[in-house]
């Protein structure tokens, strides 16, 4: 891993791209996963991005700046997805259209700016933490958004496969294409708390916030939706504690 900061976020960016790649070329090697692993594995992914908010976002930046930059970060994330869930046109990836209609706007397009939407947080929270100086905390993050990306890249190629945006190969690439804007936002997330020091613990917060509100509205709505919630709390359970055990045996 590279000394500079911005420079470990660019690598961690490309890592877990790369592991949304690896999961969305499942498709091409497997039968296509029932609704229920779908849900299982969703959980899974879920758990692990809900103790990463806490283990290496939130609990670090209370650390460096104390509660009240932490939670005003959480508060404008959650706000800031809020208002991009409901103000921009999209077609979420696993529940359907929401935002205000766009007649015009393709269904193709409003997938992809869903996927955008929803993987944009992750990149943003690996950067934030390796552009803090928090390299623990950021190779931790890291980890846990790689392996929730190798279930969450095999279920967007599933998506795509079902919505019928062609064969398994372009399935493939919709799932690839959809952990795509986690790099740019990895570097941006870096050099912004780099070279804005105080911003880290907002930041942290920000990103926290951002994925915690990605879990509770797509997510975890998803995976309780067609009668495996059991699955998914099981999955979510694992992932959980799959999380909590790097956390600790890594410190």
């Known amino acids: 891993m590279p000394a500079h900061p911005i420079a470990q976020g660019l690598v961690a960016g490309f890592f877990i791209v790369l592991m949304n790649l690896v999961g969305a070329l499942i498709v091409l090697l497997t039968p296509k996963p029932s609704e229920r692993v779908m849900d299982a594995l969703l959980g899974f992914a879920a758990g692990v991005m809900l103790t990463a908010s806490f283990t290496s976002l939130i609990l670090p930046g209370i650390e460096l700046g104390g509660i009240f930059p932490v939670i005003a970060g959480l508060a404008l994330g959650t706000l800031a997805m809020d208002a991009a869930d409901h103000l921009v046109p999209h077609h979420h990836v696993f529940i359907g259209r929401e935002g205000r209609e766009g007649r015009r706007i393709r269904a193709v397009v409003l997938f992809v700016i869903a996927i955008t939407l929803h993987n944009a947080p992750e990149g943003l929270a690996v950067g934030v933490t390796f552009g803090g100086g928090n390299f623990r905390e950021g190779v931790l993050l890291m980890l846990a958004i790689g392996a929730q990306n190798v279930p969450e890249g095999l279920a ?18 919709v799932g690839i294409r959809s952990g795509l804007i986690e790099l740019p936002m990895a570097v941006l997330g870096a050099a912004l708390v780099y070279y804005i020091a105080p ?24 995976t309780h939706r067609k009668g495996h919630e059991r699955w998914a709390t099981f999955g979510l359970m694992i992932g959980l504690i799959t999380m909590l055990y790097l956390d600790v045996v890594l410190h």
């Not at 599933?158 to 372009?170: E, N, S, W």
């Not at 907002?202 to 926290?208: I, T």
């Not at 879990?215 to 975890?220: G, H, K, P, R, Y």
């Open 156 to 173: 967007v190629a599933v998506a795509a496969l079902a919505a019928g945006f062609g064969k398994r190969f372009y399935a493939a690439f």
């Open 199 to 222: 911003l880290v613990p907002y930041a942290m917060g920000f990103a926290a916030g951002a994925m915690l509100y990605v879990i509770s509205d797509e997510i975890v709505p998803e």
